[in-house]
């Protein structure tokens, strides 16, 4: 993928020189790296309380604990970016479940993730299609590379939007889901009971966060994130002399984003070049090359860089949380994850 990168977009994975332009831009883009990390690590309590409160009946107010919540966010970001082909998204689900809190275990930590991940991609789609037509004006004779990256967006929607389709279909009926997939596999009797406690709990957790009261809020949140990711992106570009409108920054969110999506090395490396490398192809096609090498390997460099160096700072604190969850002071007996309804 790094070779793509460089033979076919010529995107220089290590540049010679990276030039920062806009001091100011760089410095806000820096300080929008808390919040980000902020947004993406809280999320999930939106999926993950109803399921704490539905198995504490005698504490319906009863939450997630928030020092596993944003320890298991900070952290499994870090580990996210160090891990190549993407192994670290296990991580989340790992810590989230060792958390043991009543009615989280690791389906349903998986289930929560993924739906989020779902939920993602969605919302990446719909960036990259909008940003595509609200930049048409940036796009006027683009090359062949835009049909490219409208066909690979519309099969990764096709497959986000069905992913989440099927995520609704499962979550009005789980111990249907449950029952159904036990029958398939019918003929290995210990193993269909096992699948069909996973498959039901996770519907669960679908259930848990696709409530009318959970939903909304979790796809306002997402929206938030999603723009302070734009606002950063632009800015780095600003900082390294590469201009771009915001719509352009929205569609080379979403390239990047569904590019990543793909198998990598740490960090995404290779699949992060090839993906700003077709955006910058689209965007800023009628750079020379002195340009190129002066700001677009630049900006792609340190783009990369940025999210890696702040996900390596915001792990800290989540590591201390994580450890303040795992004190004597704090130590609980396991509690056994059952079926929860949403």
């Known amino acids: 993928m790094l070779w793509i990168a460089r033979a076919q977009f010529g995107v220089a994975v290590i540049p010679d020189t990276i030039a920062i332009v806009d001091s100011t ?49 900070l952290v499994s970001f870090f580990v996210l970016m160090a891990l190549p082909f993407k192994l670290g998204e296990a991580s989340r689900p790992i810590l989230l479940a060792r958390a043991r809190q009543p009615g989280v275990g690791l389906a349903e930590a998986v289930g929560v993730v993924g739906l989020e991940r779902i939920i993602d991609g969605v919302l990446i789609c719909s960036m990259l299609f909008g940003g595509l037509v609200l930049a048409h004006t940036d796009l006027a004779g683009a090359p062949e590379q835009l049909v490219v990256v409208e066909a690979f967006g519309r099969w990764m929607g096709i497959a986000f939007v069905g992913a989440f389709v099927f995520a609704l279909v499962a979550a009005r009926a789980p111990e249907v889901w449950g029952a159904r ?73 979403a390239i990047i984003g569904l590019s990543i999506q793909l198998p990598g090395g740490p960090a995404a490396a290779g699949t992060f070049q090839v993906g700003a490398g077709a955006a910058m192809a689209l965007f800023y096609r009628h750079a020379d090359d002195l340009e190129r090498a002066a700001r677009v390997d630049g900006f792609v460099a340190t783009m990369f860089a940025l999210p890696l160096v702040g996900a390596a700072v915001m792990a800290i604190p989540g590591v201390w949380l994580l450890g303040r969850l795992r004190s004597p002071a704090d130590a609980a007996p396991a509690v056994s994850s059952r079926p929860a309804a949403g």
Do not use: I, N
Request: net charge positive; hydrophobic share 55%; aromatic share 14%.
């Open 181 to 253: 997939v036990e029958r398939w596999f019918a003929p290995q009797p210990r193993f269909a009971s096992w699948c069909g406690r996973v498959v039901q709990r996770l519907a669960q957790s679908f259930a848990a966060v696709l409530g009318a009261r959970r939903l909304g809020p979790m796809l306002a949140v997402s929206a938030v994130y999603w723009v302070v990711t734009v606002a950063q992106l632009w800015a780095v570009a600003r900082a390294c002399g590469v201009d771009l409108s915001w719509p352009a920054a929205a569609a080379t969110v």
């Open 25 to 73: 831009a760089f410095a806000f883009a820096c300080l929008l790296h808390p919040p980000y990390a902020w947004l993406r690590a809280m999320r999930l309590q939106y999926g993950l309380d109803p399921l704490v409160a539905h198995a504490s009946p005698t504490e319906p107010e009863a939450r997630f604990d928030r020092r596993a919540l944003f320890g298991s966010g």
